[in-house]
């Protein structure tokens, strides 16, 4: 199979895992992507076998599984090589995946590797201005706040957040206020910076144009913690109950 195939073929499993990450079920989607990965492996189809482990390395990684996340990450990487995939746009996003992996268990060193190998791609490939800069400053920021490196890991953060609010990015832009809150939490920020963040990231949540859909779900639950962390319980209990009210629909 080429990679014109591949990427047909993955298209359609991605929007059946979209559906299943909508309806907020991670046993399922875990499921789902470990069968086609087999599936893809035994078919000899390594372009879709490297995109399915990018899938499976951020599953892992969501649902705390240490080894497989890594492991996964690992055999991406090595896939990437093999393949010459690594002077791709598509191979930058899987070295930035990977970074959040290694980041989020513990290995910050081969995550900031990781991550400016991306970065160095993504420059290369992309204008400027492209919105997948923004992901990745968002997540190489965790990084330097690993390192005790605040002054950076906000930089990060605010570079993110301009090009998410010009490319209209709602969801985005509320998990980038988050961000932005509870690094202020742990600088000792002053409390009315920290409280002006989540009001910015909770008039994303009620911004009409935003779309109530998995994401949506997606990113209350991961915001839902900062609120808690600043003494605003009400909201995000109110955050926390979105959420379930979308995967129930769903």
Known sequence: MDEKDS?????????????LC???DAKKVGEFLRMHLERVRQAGDRFTELSLLSE????????????N???CAVKAVALLNDLRQTDTVSGGTIMLNAATVFQAFGNNDEAEKYYHAAWDVYRKLLEEDDWRFAGLYNNMASVYIAKGDFRRAENL??????????YGRIMD????????????????????MIQAYLDCAMQCFNNPAAARDGYYAHTCGKCAEVF???GRESDGEELLARMEEIYAAN
């Open 56 to 67: 499976l390395m951020g599953h892992y990684r969501l649902v705390s599984d240490r080894e």
């Open 228 to 230: 808690f962390m600043a």
């Open 22 to 24: 909508a309806a907020g």
């Open 173 to 192: 832009c509320a998990t980038t206020y988050a961000n932005l809150a509870q690094l202020s939490i742990r600088k000792n920020a002053r409390f009315d």
């Open 69 to 71: 996340a890594l492991d």
């Open 7 to 19: 990427l047909l073929q993955l298209k359609d499993i991605i929007a059946q895992c979209d559906k």
């Open 157 to 166: 953060y605010l570079e993110a957040l301009d090009l998410m609010n010009s």
